[in-house]
């Protein structure tokens, strides 16, 4: 080994509180990365071979009715490899043990296992047996949130009549990766679940024989997707078709689609925050260490040796501590990387467990970190390498200190001495004091953009589930039927209030973008569902034309004024030019609404419903569950209450785990940060202050000195870095949360902005608590004894 | 108040001879470091040129230079500038690393009689024992000329004197040439040749006829 490396393992070793907040800082940010991309990419792996393996359809339809004979022209479609076609239901379940009905979607499969597309994995238990009445499949996610095993049995409103289902096996299909109730926000485990049951059992139950009113394909390697789609619309419109959808309209795939989204934009926006806080520090303690080896740099430069290696022997300092950070950051990155891919391998409800971590992510991740660190530090390389040997033999000049604005003003006599110590020094360096506050703030950033987000959800929680949302319950009727059916359900047990909808799914075009969507038709002076903007304003619904999302009226690039084609897949299926007199700022999915008057004309009937919106007295509530159970005209009932239970549990997990993460990784910057700029301004000035403690100045007194002025700058950059914390959460919501399924607002309590002013000024303390304790051990005799 | 041009050297002209040992005499602030510094190659005369050999050094770049000093000059100075970090031996492997042909350190350490205080760091040693590490670290790439920066100027004069002993070995046994600058005069005795400087001009030269061993030298 040369003795130039010995110096560097030595000043590494003597740097090592230093090195080591450098080096976790780059771990943090390393670790993300590693974390969020082996995620997405162990996970991708597994949804593609798990679609692959079980057959996953690439268009999918639903229709009313139409004879088993439409398969083979189905099939005949250029570009369809594969059809299956089944029967599609959902029901009212009846649960033992919970109290509000949930709904079952009740889809046919083949007498065989493991044939046709969507081909289930059966967990437990065994496959249906051909000619034994009632027995079915239920999905793994409702069998687990109801204890739900092979042997146990349910009770389903089948065409009107109750039954029970023997449950022989529990399963899971690529299809309902996310299992969701017609028209929910977020998937719902325990009131809704996907049953399987026999064809022939199933389509007799509904009056289905021969026939069936659902299909998925695959489709061909060289097939044009929209063609295809155009080819089904075409064939099954006859038979009450609602439209044919790619993968990417399905809701399942969509929302698996989302999560990855949202784990790319993270593997992008946080580790970029790290980094650059690494570099920042590398750059201010390789500066320093340089200024402090002026006179060893001169000596080696004496003795002949080349700026080239001089430069080199830094680079490599400055690399070791690279090298450390990302071993460590992949270190810990594999590791929160594999329990993340757990979460989310449960979460999806894989049937394969495989975490996978690519070299070249690891390889990213060091050219990024590495590529910011030399970055960072190339410039006092550069001036080390560059120093004139005769010119840093000399001492360096005593530094240059003048009065402050403030003095030179005539305010001077306003501070003590002490003060006035800090405020020069800081007036003297306000570069070294920008980058610190900067670091600092960088910090506060971190945490505001990893607890932001629970914010926003409470806000959507508030807007559309307390605002905008007031029913108790919500019904949705098998067949729409006449308004008389509202004097029905009004007279059931409980219920206060009651409003009717009409939903009508369509597909909206203008010019070449088209989009499936379930127009609501709600009551113009309706006070239960209310229309409901980002900001909480109550949206009116005008007596003619339609409201749309915002982004769906980008996605179709149309504005109000303009008009869209609707195209009802339902009934009569007319198709009008409807003109766009609304948009509104929404959080989920594609939606259209008009007023139910203006949707009963644009179907030509009289006032029909969908469904209704209740509110209930709460004393009734358990006696309105049972009627609704029994009543063979509801197709499904969601309550409120559960909803809301489940949106904030899916929404918990996920928020939570991301929150604890940044919380430790910005303490990490915080601290290291801190740390640092006490350690540095500690050594520059190690002389001045050992000066004032021998004339008398208590620690206590010289430790102001010394840390006030890191105070003073942690105090500007605690509402600088909410500020930025806030812009970068309005980057993350572009960069992740702004898909067709959801959109957050940016919304950011003043307890969050608490939070992370009170996190990094914890970390403040804890690294100045550090620094007043290595100020105990300043050597007095020894820091006046040496050379200046 | 406006820049002041200042010349640290005015008007300079000297030949250092192949294995001689000349001190360089004068008070703080005659320009003797910078005389050093230039003959070095650690600094370029504004006006005039310095020749090594064949060599017009006022010509080279920073690269030549730092070539020059690797190739032929050895350095001691004042306060040792040694590398605290790095134990004697590591001290002295700085130069012989990249030197071309260089003794090793243990030797060069030998030379200085610090055979056993090797693998001691510098916080280890005593000022002259620093700065015989520092002269060790020198001669170790055998160069073929010695520039010592008042070697003695922060030690007493009993370990002074071993210090100068050990340059006094090294011109002697090596035939190194040797400048020393001074504004010691006793030191002036040991030397083949003193110039003494003033005001940035040799005010005057003088051959020894009888050098005066270091061990003798009192001050």
């Known amino acids: ?788 | 108040m406006g820049e002041v041009e200042v010349h640290a050297l005015r008007g300079v002209d000297l030949f250092l001879y192949e294995g001689e040992f000349v001190v360089l005499l004068g008070p703080s602030g005659s320009g003797k470091s910078t005389l050093l510094n230039i003959l070095g190659g650690l600094d370029v005369p504004t006006s005039g040129t310095v020749h090594y050999r064949d060599h017009d050094l006022s010509t080279y770049d920073d690269a030549a230079l730092t070539r020059y000093r690797r190739d032929h000059v050895g350095f001691v100075f004042q306060f040792y500038n040694l590398i605290p970090s790095l134990t004697a031996r590591e001290n002295v492997a700085l130069i012989t690393d990249i030197a071309r042909q260089p003794m090793s350190p243990d030797e060069a350490l030998s030379v200085v009689g610090l055979a056993d205080r090797m693998d001691h760091f510098p916080s280890q040693l005593s000022g002259g024992e620093q700065q015989r590490v520092a002269i060790a670290r020198a001669i170790a790439k055998r160069p073929e000329v010695l520039l010592c920066d008042e070697p003695t100027g922060a030690l007493d004069v009993r370990t002074g004197v071993i210090v100068l002993q050990a340059i006094e070995r090294i011109n002697r046994e090596l035939g190194t040439t040797t400048a020393v600058i001074t504004h010691n005069a006793v030191i002036a005795a040991m030397a083949d040749r003193v110039i003494s400087l003033s005001g940035g001009q040799i005010s005057s030269e003088k051959r020894n006829e009888r050098k005066t061993a270091a061990q003798e030298l009192i001050w």
């Open chain 1, 1 to 788: 080994m040369h003795a130039l490396d010995w110096m560097l393992v030595r000043d590494l070793w003597r740097m090592k509180g230093q090195v080591l907040a450098i080096c976790l800082v780059i771990a943090a940010g390393v670790a993300t990365f590693v974390m969020s991309l082996s995620t997405l990419d162990s996970l991708q792996g597994t949804l593609d071979a798990y679609y692959e393996r079980y057959r996953f359809g690439d268009v999918f339809a639903h229709l009313k009715r139409a004879p088993n004979s439409l398969t083979d022209r189905l099939a005949e479609v250029p570009g369809v490899a594969e059809v299956q076609t089944r029967v599609v239901e959902d029901v009212t379940l009846d649960v033992a043990g919970m109290p509000e009905p949930a709904i079952g979607r009740l889809v046919s499969i083949p007498d065989r296992p493991r044939s046709g597309l969507n081909a289930l994995y059966l967990r437990s238990g065994r496959y249906i047996e051909p000619g034994r009445d009632n027995e079915v499949l239920v999905s793994e996610a409702f069998a687990l949130a109801h204890a739900l095993k092979p042997g146990d049995s349910l009770l389903a409103i089948i065409n009107g009549r109750k039954q029970r289902l023997r449950i022989v096996g529990v399963a899971l299909s690529p299809e309902h990766i996310y299992q969701f109730a017609p028209g929910e926000l977020l998937p719902d485990a325990r009131r809704f679940g996907v049953i399987w049951m026999g064809y022939t059992e199933l389509a007799a139950a509904f009056n289905m024989q021969g026939a069936f009113n659902d299909t998925a394909v695959t489709l061909t390697p060289d097939a044009n997707e929209s063609e295809v789609l155009r080819r089904i619309d075409q064939l099954t419109a006859p038979y009450g078709g609602l439209g044919a959808y790619g993968r990417a309209d399905q809701p399942s795939h969509q929302f698996v689609t989302n999560e990855m989204k949202e784990l790319r934009g993270m593997a992008l926006v946080i580790p970029a925050i790290f980094l650059a806080v690494a570099a920042f520090l590398l750059n201010v303690v390789v500066s320093r260490l340089i200024q402090m080896q002026r006179e060893q740099i001169a000596a080696l430069k004496a003795f002949g040796y080349m700026r080239r290696e001089i430069g080199l022997h830094y680079l490599k300092l400055v690399l070791l501590i690279v090298v450390c950070g990302v071993a460590l950051g992949t270190l810990i990155g594999a590791w929160m990387g594999r329990g993340m891919t757990e979460i989310y391998t449960a979460f999806f409800r894989f049937p394969v467990f495989t975490y996978r971590l690519s070299g070249s992510i690891v390889l990213i991740a060091f050219a990024i970190s590495s590529g910011a660190a030399v970055l960072g530090t190339l410039r006092a390389v550069a001036g080390a390498a560059a120093l004139p040997p005769a010119e840093a033999m000399r001492p360096e000049p005593p530094a240059t200190y003048r009065p402050l604005v403030l003095e030179r003003l005539g305010l001077g006599s306003l501070f003590s001495p002490t003060v006035r110590m800090i405020l020069r020094q800081l007036e003297r360096r306000p570069l070294k004091a920008l980058l610190t506050t900067l670091g600092i703030a960088l910090a506060v950033s971190v945490l505001v953009v990893g607890s932001f987000g629970l914010d926003a959800i409470e806000h959507v929680i508030d807007t559309q589930f307390y605002l905008a949302q007031r029913q108790d319950v919500t019904i949705v009727l098998v067949e729409p039927g006449p308004s008389a059916v509202i004097d029905e359900v009004r007279h059931l047990p409980g219920v206060h209030r009651c409003e009717g909808f009409r939903t009508l799914p369509a597909r909206l075009r203008s010019a070449h973008h088209a989009r499936r969507v379930a127009i609501q038709g709600l009551e113009a002076d309706g006070q239960l569902n209310r229309l409901m903007d980002m900001k909480q304003q109550v949206v009116a619904i005008p007596p003619n034309g339609l409201i749309l999302s915002a982004k769906l009226a980008a996605i179709l690039e149309v504005g109000v004024g303009d008009s869209v084609t609707v195209e009802v897949l339902e009934a009569e299926r007319p198709d009008r030019d409807v003109p766009v007199v609304g948009l509104v700022d929404d959080f989920s999915g594609l939606a259209a609404y008009m007023d139910i008057q203006a949707a009963n004309r644009l179907m030509r009937e009289g006032t029909i419903i969908s469904g209704a919106f209740l509110t209930v007295d709460q004393d009734h509530v358990g006696q309105l569950y049972t009627t609704l159970k029994n009543t063979p005209r509801t197709a499904s009932v969601t309550v409120k209450a559960a909803t809301l239970r489940s949106f904030r549990q899916t929404i918990a997990e996920n928020l939570l785990l991301m929150r604890t993460i940044t919380i430790v990784f910005a303490a990490v910057i915080a601290i290291g940060v801190v740390y640092n700029s006490a350690r540095i301004s500690l050594s520059e000035r190690s002389r001045e202050l050992a000066t004032l403690r021998v004339i008398g100045f208590t620690r206590g007194e010289v430790s102001l000195i010394l840390l006030g002025e890191l105070a003073i700058l942690t105090l500007i950059a605690i509402p600088t870095g909410l500020a930025l914390g806030r812009a970068l959460a309005a980057l993350v919501i572009r960069v992740a949360y702004d898909t067709e399924l959801f959109r957050i607002p940016l919304v950011v309590t003043w307890f969050t902005y608490g939070f992370a002013a009170m996190v990094t000024l914890l970390a403040a303390v804890f690294s100045g608590g550090i620094a007043h304790r290595l100020l105990a051990q300043l050597d007095l005799v020894a820091v006046l004894k040496s050379k200046e």
